[in-house]
């Protein structure tokens, strides 16, 4: 019974730190068990020997971060060895990650039982035991309006349990991310620092936003049409009036902007000095380029509002318009007189 139930803890517990120790792996070692299959066993266990000694030298040295990644990398290949497990252990230990520690010395007490070495076992279930009230735990508390919804709780990636749901999850120190999402509902995530030789940490998750609605089509017309006959040949009017207007706006605004060019120049002369002159002259500058700028542009306006009203197109239409707007869509098209036909349309989303 007791042997069950440490099973399932450990399992429960590696899970929960798979994320944080799968970031300080180096990406040189196998990351999957597909590429260690692809070695012969005899090969797999070389490997893991090898990766183990590299262990057991970088713990000597004090490097205790390098060593934990090489003995992961070593039980990744082999898998069945006991003095890896507790070497994994101690090291996690050295690195203040509790937690991996307390998970590894559990997984090593239920392996030494099944081969019978009771020795091993109830070393690990001390150290085990020595280390457990020193892991950080994570408290995550579920609204009820949230746990309504069918909300749906991760932690660094991995679903948790409703079973886990307010109790103390072992965690090792490092930023967490705790994730809330539900169906129809807008997801609530939070980040939360665990620091080392802290008591852990208590995340509320409120109850969860629901997703805004899309806009209710239901109410627009079926069909709207739009009276090309109308525009024609209105169109042109408006388009000549408006140029003659520039026009006109142009031709007027030009002789006041030459007059007061001059002026400038006149009050130039009257200054004493030099500079003052010179200011007073490139003013007087600007206003005449602006001037002769506004008269081209007259000019211009001029030519092209004669243009529209003495050319008129061949066809009788020279611009048909037609389009639409209702509930499921709208179009527009617009068909000039050389034969050019340029058209829009929108289908009605549901993201409105």
Request: overall charge negative.
């Amino acid at each position: 019974m007791n042997r069950r139930r440490t099973i399932t803890v450990v399992s429960a517990l590696l899970f929960l730190i798979n994320s944080a120790t799968a970031q300080e792996e180096p990406s040189g070692d196998p990351p999957t068990s597909g590429e260690a299959d692809s070695l012969s066993r005899e090969e797999r266990l070389a490997l893991a020997e090898q990766l183990y000694r590299q262990g057991r030298e970088q713990m000597d040295a004090g490097r205790y971060v390098q060593a934990c990644e090489s003995f992961a990398a070593s039980l990744r290949y082999d898998s069945g060895t006991g003095g890896t497990l507790w070497h994994l252990a101690r090291c996690r230990e050295r690195t203040g990650d509790f937690a991996s520690a307390w998970a590894r010395y559990s997984e090593l007490q239920g392996f030494a039982q099944g081969l019978g070495e009771r020795d091993k076992a109830q070393a690990a279930l001390e150290r085990a035991q020595a280390i457990e009230s020193r892991i950080p735990r994570l408290t995550i508390q579920v609204s009820r309006s949230a746990s309504n919804a069918g909300v749906q709780i991760s932690h660094n990636g991995g679903v948790l349990d409703a079973a886990a749901w307010g109790s103390g999850l072992p965690v090792d120190p490092g930023t967490h991310l705790v994730l809330a999402s539900a169906p129809n509902h807008l997801d609530y995530r939070q980040h939360i620092l665990i620091r080392r030789d802290s008591e852990g940490a208590t995340i509320e998750i409120p109850p969860l936003t629901p997703e805004p609605s899309p806009p209710d089509t239901s109410s627009l017309p079926e069909e709207v049409t739009l009276d090309a006959d109308a525009l024609d040949p209105w169109y042109r009017y408006t388009i000549g009036w408006s140029l003659a207007g520039a026009a006109l706006t142009c031709f007027l605004t030009t002789p006041f902007l030459f007059e007061h060019g001059s002026t400038l120049d006149t009050d130039a002369s009257s200054e004493r000095d030099f500079e003052a002159q010179e200011r007073v002259r490139q003013q007087a500058r600007r206003y005449r380029a602006a001037g002769f700028g506004l008269l081209a542009g007259g000019f211009a306006f001029s030519i092209s509002s004669a243009l529209t009203f003495l050319f008129r197109p061949e066809s009788e239409k020279p611009l048909e318009i037609d389009g639409g707007v209702g509930a499921t869509g709208a179009h527009l098209s617009a068909t000039f007189s050389w034969g050019r036909t340029t058209s829009l349309s929108s289908e009605k989303s549901e993201h409105l």
